[in-house]
């Protein structure tokens, strides 16, 4: 073998070798989660649940709003109270934000303000970055 061969081989093996450093693993971080209502306003409460291939390491709520809980899982339900508007009403820390694809919110039960429940066909919640 000569001396430029093993130089090339010698190369591309330490350029093989850097590009695995370069992989990322996991990297923790939190998720939002939205609400589309069609009472914007005019809802004052949400049950819903989460649900994610890790536990959540921590879950809060936008300022005016309260949060109910249950010890966080890889299911955890929750409930909001407050003025419920279009837009975020969740914050999840989640072990792995490249995994927010499987993520999941769904609605529960919504109340208006007066306490009545609402029909859920318009609501939605969405979970991104």
Same mark, same amino acid.
């Given at each position: 073998? @000569? ?21 990322? /693993? ?8 939205? %609400? ?8 004052? =409460? ?10 959540? @390491? ?10 109910? /809980? ?5 299911? @955890?339900?929750?409930?909001?109270? /407050?003025? %419920? ?15 927010? =694809? ?6 529960? =039960? ?17 979970? =991104?970055?």
């Amino acid at each position: 073998m @000569t001396r430029l061969s093993r130089s090339v081989l010698i190369a591309l093996a330490l350029a093989g070798a850097g590009s695995c450093e370069s992989s990322q /693993g996991p990297v923790a971080g939190e998720l939002t989660v939205s %609400l589309a209502t069609p009472n914007s306003g005019a809802d004052g =409460a949400i049950l819903l649940s989460v649900t994610g291939p890790e536990a959540l @390491t921590s879950a809060t709520v936008p300022a005016g709003l309260r949060l109910f /809980g249950q010890p966080l899982g890889t299911t @955890t339900r929750f409930a909001i109270t /407050g003025t %419920l508007s279009n837009g975020a009403v969740l914050t999840i820390g989640v072990p792995d934000v490249g995994k927010v =694809a499987q993520y999941v919110a769904t609605v529960q =039960a919504v109340a208006a303000s007066n306490f009545q429940l609402r029909a859920l066909s318009s609501y939605s919640l969405t979970v =991104a970055r």
